[in-house]
């Protein structure tokens, strides 16, 4: 079982940067570890993910450019740097851990609590 705790979020204005980090504890991640969000009234999308033990990153193209996965296996820590935020950023983003690299949202494993990000214009 993986457990998995986000922090980091919180509330910014138009074009500043923010790092979210996720805490993952319990057994190592099977293969992938990422970041899904979900805006008020709206689906849950994928934002990015990277191969644990590689590094290899995949990242939807509305983060590209702009957000930044990382992790770090001596302690068990993944990050998303996100740069130059939106208003349409704003969203409660959850960190995951998966056999599959960009799963979908409703087959995820295992899933953190969440965490909201806000951004103001």
């Known amino acids: 079982q993986v457990h998995l705790e986000e922090s980091g979020g919180g509330l910014v204005q138009t074009g500043e940067s923010l790092r979210l980090s996720c805490a993952i504890s319990?057994?190592?991640?099977?293969?992938?570890t990422g970041w899904f969000r979900q805006a008020p009234g709206k689906e849950r999308d994928f934002v990015a993910a990277?191969?644990?033990?590689?590094?290899?990153?995949y990242s939807e193209d509305s983060a590209k450019g702009r957000f930044t996965i990382s992790r770090d296996k001596d302690t068990n820590m993944m990050y998303l740097q996100m740069n130059s935020l939106k208003p349409e950023d704003t969203a409660v983003y959850y960190c995951?851990?998966?056999?599959?690299?960009?799963?979908?949202?409703?087959?995820?494993?295992?899933w953190g609590k969440g965490i909201l990000v806000t951004v103001s214009s």
């Open positions: 990277i191969v644990w033990e590689s590094g290899s990153i």
């Open positions: 319990g057994q190592i991640p099977n293969y992938a």
């Open positions: 995951y851990a998966d056999s599959i690299l960009r799963p979908r949202a409703e087959f995820v494993e295992n």
